[in-house]
């Protein structure tokens, strides 16, 4: 049996509105981050993927940005906790890989320190505020 979703890698000028299918009713309308601060000058120069449905449905997404740090994952309420959110952060870490990259970092929701524990990240600093949601800073050396 076939998986129910697969990853690609998505282009962002192309797959955009596909992007905004996930992270504005996650970000945008479930947590109230502000749409201003949703987007941002990253997101043209970032590496984005995407977990599409099998019917080709955006299910997930997530990005890594030149600046080394993964963000934007975000998987929508009805496909969560079915393993989506591993395998966008799995191929994330692929493309850190191949760009030959020794670290990657990135700030946790407080509610998904544990997921990103699991998959090898470790927080370090206090607590922060961003977009009105507690964070922490955490990383993977690859």
Do not use: N
Not at 12 to 26: H, I, K, Q, S
């Amino acid at each position: 049996m076939s998986a129910p979703f697969r990853i690609v890698d998505a282009d962002y000028a192309a797959d955009l509105e596909r992007l905004r299918a996930v992270r504005e009713p996650v970000f945008v309308r479930e947590q109230q981050v502000p749409i201003e601060l949703e987007w941002d000058e990253l997101d043209p120069l970032s590496r984005h993927v995407l977990a599409l449905d099998v019917d080709g449905r955006p299910i997930a997404t997530g990005r890594l940005t030149p600046e080394h740090k993964i963000g934007r994952m975000a998987v929508v309420a009805d496909w969560r906790g079915r393993g989506v959110g591993a395998a966008v952060l799995q191929r994330l870490l692929a493309i850190a890989r191949e760009q030959r990259l020794v670290a990657v970092e990135l700030h946790a929701q407080e509610s998904a320190i544990d997921f990103y524990a699991r998959c090898g990240f470790q927080a370090y600093g206090e607590p922060f505020d961003e977009a009105g949601i507690r964070h922490r800073h955490m990383r993977l050396v690859l």
